[in-house]
C-alpha cells in the first residue's frame, strides 16, 4: 500500500528517495514526506497530494547529511492531510510505517497519560513515541526496537532513525513487504524491489518478525528477540527499463499492448513446444517452503507435481479484486476439464467463514504482488488445514510465493497501472495449463484433447495481437461512450467473470456506474436498469451457450439499450442486433477470455482518458493491497 525507502550512502538522499518514491507511486498515496540529516537533526519536509507537490518544497531546501527515510501515505488513520503524512517525528526519532496498528487506541491512550503530545490522527506516531522513549530512558536505537515489538499489534513495515545514531536505520515487519539491496558504497531499504534496482540487484526480503540493521554500509539481520541470524541474498534478474512507459502515454496502455507477450512468457515453461504437451515443471510440490528460488531452479519436478494432483479431490481459488475474477476463469476450465470440484473465494470472506477444507484438497492462491493481506492470510490457514497450497504470483520471493508448496510465476514483468491488466492475462494462461494438468492427472483429457487445447494456447499471442487493432476505435468511440449514464456487462459461463473484469476496470478507471452480470440473470433485476442512456456490453463468442445469450441481447435491444456485442468473427445476427459489434478471431472456447479481456480494457481506458481521469493511479485505490 504505502511507499518506503531509506538510504545510507554518497548520494544527496534526498534524490535517491524522491527518485525511489516515484517508482512507488503506482501503490497508491495520498501525501509524502521526507526526512534528511542535516547538520545532525533530521529536517522533515511533507506534502499533501502528489509527489511533485513534495518535490516543489523540497527545491527549497538544502541536506549536507548522508542518511534519510522517505514514504508516500495512503490515509487509513486519520485523513490525507499533511500533519498526518509520514515520517512523524518525537524527539530525535523519526519513522515511516506501512500498515495499521491494530491496538493503537489502547497504546496511545497509555502514551497520553504519560505525558506524551500527539500531533496526527495517525496509528503511526505513537511508535514513534515508543522509540524516543526508549531511547531517552537509556536505550540504543536497535535494542528501543527490541523493546517496543512486543506491544504492537497488526501489520507493520517501520524504517526507525535517531539523531543520536547518525548511520543507522532499525527495519522491522509483521505483514507488509521489506527489501533491502547495498553494495560496496551505499544501502537502500524499501517496501518494493523497483526503489532498489537501479542501485543493485542483490537483494535480502524481511520475513515477518526479523529486524534489519543498517550501521554505515553493514547490514545484519535478528529474529524478535534480538538473536543474529544468517540471511541469503537473492539477485533479482528484472531489467529496471522494463518499468519504463517507453512512449506510451500512460503505463496502463503499454501494458495492455504487453500482453501478448506476457501470455507466452507465462505458459512458456510449462508447454512441451514439440509435443503439445503441459509439463508444469519446477513447480515445487515435494521441495518444501521456499528458502530461495535454487531450490527450484535445480529440479524439474513434473512427475511430483502429477503425484500431487492425482490425489487432488477439491480445488479452493483464492484471490481479491481482479484475480478473484482469474480464479472464477479457473473454476470454469478446471472443472470442465478435470471434473474436479471447485470453489472459488474472495479470500476476504473465505478466511473469515470458517471454511471446511476436506482432506487432499489443493487451494490455489492469486496474487500480483505475492503480498495480499487476505490472500496470505488464506494461504496460512489452508497450510493449518492441512492442504496443499500453490500459489500464482508475479513477484518471485514474495511473501506467499515463499510460503505456498508449490509454485507458478505470471512472468508478466513490472506492472505499474494499478488496474492490473498483463498479470491477469499471464493468470489466465496459466489457469489453463493448470486445468490441462489437472486433467491429465485425474485421467479426464485424452491425447487429442489436450493437444487441441494446448494449440488453441499457443496460438492466443497473435490473436491478442490481432484484437488490439480495437485501439483506434475505442479511442474514437470515447467521446460517446464517456456521456453514457452507466454500464452493464454481461455475459454466461466462462465469459461471466470477463463481464466482472470489464465492469471493475470502468469503475476503477473512469470512476462510472458498471456493473457485471450472468447474462441469465438479466430477468431477475438488470432489466431494470436498461434504457437509452445505459450501455450494454454482451460477450457472445461462439460457443455452447451462444443461443442463449443472444436471447439475452434481444431482450436489452427490446428495452432500448445501446449494446456492444462481442462475438466471433463474422456475424450477421450480432451485426444486426448491436449498435457495435466487434469480432473476435474464431478460436477455442478455453481462450476466449483472453482476447475478450483487450477490448474490454481498451474501452475503459479511453472512456477515462477522455473523461481526464488518472489512469495509472485511480483515486483511492493502491497497486499492493498489504493490510486489511
Not at 512507488?24 to 540529516?37: F, H, K, P, Q, T
Not at 493503537?104 to 497520553?112: C, H, T, V
Not at 494446448?454 to 475505442?474: C, G, I, R, T
Request: proline share 4%; with cysteine; glycine share 8%.
Amino acid at each position: 500500500m504505502c511507499g518506503i525507502v531509506g538510504y545510507y550512502g554518497p548520494e544527496n538522499p534526498v534524490d535517491v528517495i524522491i527518485k525511489g518514491l516515484k517508482t512507488l507511486e503506482y501503490r497508491g498515496y495520498d501525501s509524502a514526506g521526507v526526512a534528511i540529516l542535516n547538520n545532525g537533526v533530521f529536517k522533515r519536509v511533507r506534502a499533501e497530494g502528489k509527489l511533485s507537490h513534495l518535490e516543489k518544497k523540497l527545491s527549497t531546501e538544502t541536506f549536507n547529511g548522508h542518511l534519510g527515510v522517505g514514504h508516500t501515505r495512503w490515509a487509513t488513520h486519520g485523513p490525507p492531510v499533511e500533519k498526518n503524512a509520514h515520517p512523524h517525528v518525537v524527539g530525535g526519532a523519526s519513522i515511516v510505517h506501512n500498515g495499521i496498528i491494530e491496538n493503537y487506541a489502547e497504546l496511545k491512550d497509555q502514551l497520553i497519560k504519560a505525558g506524551s503530545i500527539f500531533h496526527s490522527d495517525t496509528d503511526s506516531e505513537l511508535i514513534a513515541h515508543l522509540v524516543s522513549h526508549e531511547i531517552e530512558i537509556g536505550k540504543d536505537l536497535f535494542h528501543a526496537v527490541i523493546e517496543i515489538l512486543p506491544k504492537l499489534e497488526g501489520a507493520y513495515s517501520v524504517l526507525a532513525v535517531h539523531e543520536k545514531y547518525p548511520e543507522e536505520i532499525v527495519a522491522f515487519k509483521s505483514g507488509p513487504p521489506l527489501v533491502v539491496g547495498k553494495n560496496e558504497k551505499e544501502v537502500v531499504v524499501a517496501s518494493d524491489l523497483q526503489a532498489i534496482m537501479p542501485y543493485t540487484k542483490n537483494v535480502v526480503f524481511l520475513q515477518d518478525n526479523e529486524i534489519l540493521h543498517v550501521t554505515g554500509t553493514k547490514i545484519e539481520f535478528f529474529d524478535d528477540r534480538g538473536q543474529k541470524i544468517n540471511k541469503k541474498e537473492t539477485k533479482v534478474d528484472w531489467n529496471p527499463e522494463l518499468i519504463e512507459k517507453q512512449g506510451y502515454d500512460h503505463y496502463m496502455l503499454k501494458e495492455i499492448y504487453e500482453q501478448p507477450r506476457a501470455v507466452a512468457m507465462a505458459m512458456g515453461p510449462h508447454v512441451d513446444l514439440a509435443s503439445k504437451e503441459v509439463r508444469l515443471c519446477k513447480v515445487g510440490f515435494g521441495v518444501g517452503q521456499l528458502e530461495d528460488l535454487e531450490q527450484l531452479e535445480a529440479r524439474a519436478d513434473w512427475e511430483n507435481t502429477l503425484k500431487t494432483f492425482e490425489g487432488v479431490e477439491r480445488v479452493f481459488m483464492v484471490a481479491c479484486g481482479t484475480s478473484f475474477y482469474a480464479g472464477m476463469v479457473g473454476e470454469y476450465l478446471i472443472e470442465r476439464l478435470s471434473k474436479i470440484p471447485v470453489e472459488c473465494d474472495i479470500a476476504s470472506e473465505f478466511r473469515y467463514r470458517h471454511p471446511v477444507i476436506p482432506k487432499n484438497s489443493l487451494v490455489v492462491v492469486v496474487s500480483q504482488s505475492g503480498e495480499t493481506a487476505d490472500t496470505l492470510a488464506a494461504l496460512r490457514l489452508a497450510r493449518e488445514a492441512g492442504a496443499k497450497v500453490l500459489s500464482i504470483c508475479n513477484v518471485k520471493n514474495s511473501s506467499m510465493d515463499r510460503e505456498a508448496d508449490g509454485h507458478l510465476y505470471m512472468n508478466a514483468g513490472v506492472e505499474i497501472g494499478v488496474a492490473s491488466t498483463k498479470a491477469l492475462s499471464s493468470t489466465i494462461a496459466l489457469m489453463n495449463c493448470l486445468a490441462v494438468a489437472l486433467g491429465k492427472a485425474k485421467k479426464q483429457l485424452n491425447e487429442g484433447d489436450e493437444h487441441k487445447f494446448v494449440e488453441a494456447l499457443l496460438a492466443a499471442p497473435s490473436h491478442m495481437e490481432s484484437v488490439l487493432a480495437y485501439d483506434k476505435f475505442f479511442a474514437e468511440a470515447a467521446d460517446t461512450l464517456k456521456d453514457f449514464r452507466g454500464f452493464l456487462y454481461m455475459g454466461r459461463g466462462i465469459h461471466y467473470p470477463i463481464a466482472l473484469e470489464g465492469a471493475l476496470k470502468m469503475k476503477e478507471l473512469a470512476y462510472m456506474h458498471a456493473e457485471g452480470y450472468a447474462a441469465g440473470e438479466m430477468k431477475h433485476g438488470p432489466l431494470a436498469l436498461i434504457d437509452q442512456s445505459m450501455a450494454i456490453i454482451m460477450l457472445a463468442p461462439s460457443d455452447e451457450l451462444y443461443d442463449k445469450t443472444v436471447s439475452n441481447l434481444e431482450e436489452a435491444k427490446a428495452r432500448g439499450g445501446k449494446i456492444i456485442s462481442i462475438g466471433s468473427g463474422k456475424n450477421e445476427k450480432l451485426e444486426v442486433l448491436s449498435d457495435h459489434y466487434l469480432a473476435l478471431p474464431e478460436v477455442e472456447w478455453t481462450i476466449n477470455p483472453l482476447l475478450e479481456l483487450i477490448p474490454l480494457q481498451l474501452m475503459s481506458y479511453h472512456v477515462a482518458d477522455r473523461l481526464g481521469k488518472d489512469i495509472d493511479q485511480p483515486r483511492n485505490l493502491a497497486k499492493s493491497v498489504t493490510v486489511e
